[in-house]
């Protein structure tokens, strides 16, 4: 059997409320709304969730960052605290991040229902600006919800017109811990931010206690907000995932969520027929040996 401890590492894999802040402003973002796991069957009482700081000024930047427990309740953290370096952030190059997974420890009397707030504080080493963001977590009963891959969605945002719009794609794995299984389950997909989303919705088909659904999960996130130049902020926000608690066949309760961060492309450069991102004598080349062709 494996110790409390090492379950807690292998948790704390990392999964996604608004907009990010203007230009210019060094950033944080907490995984929204994440499941605890207080019900049988659940080894340890545990949420993974994800820390993301970006560098969103010029130049090199070293963040010192701790988690915060608002809710009074006794949540804990692993790692509670620690140091992170984005990158460099040169003048004309998409915003650096760097995603931190962690896991929250719930208490053991975390009542059925309830949601506990906590929230990071981050701190510029060198200038002590302190900026921080926040989150929550809540138990489930019936249903649980894991993404795969990697904790947080990227998603191309274009730079100017002449880019096509992109999209990144997630994926679920919904186990049965609870429910019958008899009737399967209807979840919606409820984008936060400049985000959408297709398809709304994902039906999962009848699987009996215990048992886990992929196939056909699938999801894909877009960006719809305003374009942003590639020294702004990047765009933050979450995929909401709801459940129908009341029979009414309208999903209305949140039961976890997956961090999406719009991921600035680098504007284009005129030129460069090649594509290496530098337009020189291979690029004249190109247009010389194709000059005077007819193109239909």
Not at 73 to 96: D, E, K, V, Y
Not at 157 to 163: E, F, H, I, N
Request: glycine share 12%; with cysteine.
């Amino acid at each position: 059997m494996k110790s409390i401890s090492a379950l807690l590492v292998a948790g704390a894999i990392g999964a996604a409320a608004t907009a990010g802040p203007p230009a210019g402003e060094n950033t944080c973002h907490l995984t929204w709304d994440k499941q605890c796991c207080p019900v049988p069957g659940c080894n340890v009482s545990i949420a993974p969730g994800v820390l993301t700081i970006c560098n969103t000024k010029p130049g090199g930047a070293e963040f010192m960052w701790e988690l915060i427990d608002d809710s009074g309740m006794g949540l804990q953290f692993l790692p509670s605290s620690g140091f992170a370096a984005p990158g460099n952030n040169p003048t004309g190059i998409p915003t650096p991040c760097i995603d931190i997974p962690f896991t929250v420890i719930c208490p053991p009397n975390f009542p059925l229902g309830s949601v506990a707030d906590y929230s990071a504080r981050v701190t510029k080493v060198g200038t002590n600006e302190t900026f921080g963001c926040s989150g929550n977590v809540r138990n489930f009963t019936e249903w649980k919800i894991d993404p795969v891959g990697d904790p947080v969605i990227d998603v191309p945002v274009a730079s100017d017109a002449t880019q096509k719009a992109g999209a990144g794609r997630g994926q679920l794995v919904v186990s049965n811990i609870g429910s019958s299984g008899k009737d399967g389950v209807r979840f919606s997909i409820e984008p936060m931010g400049d985000f959408g989303v297709s398809p709304s919705e994902l039906v999962i088909p009848p699987i009996p206690p215990g048992t886990s659904y992929s196939i056909d999960s699938f999801f894909d996130v877009f960006y719809v907000g305003a374009r942003r130049g590639v020294d702004a902020s990047p765009p933050m926000g979450d995929i909401l995932f709801k459940i129908d608690t009341d029979g009414d066949n309208v999903p209305d309760t949140v039961i976890g969520s997956q961090t999406v961060r719009g991921v600035l492309q680098p504007a284009p450069c005129p030129g460069d027929i090649n594509n290496d991102g530098v337009v020189d004598t291979a690029d004249l080349g190109i247009l010389i040996g194709a000059f005077g062709t007819m193109c239909f």
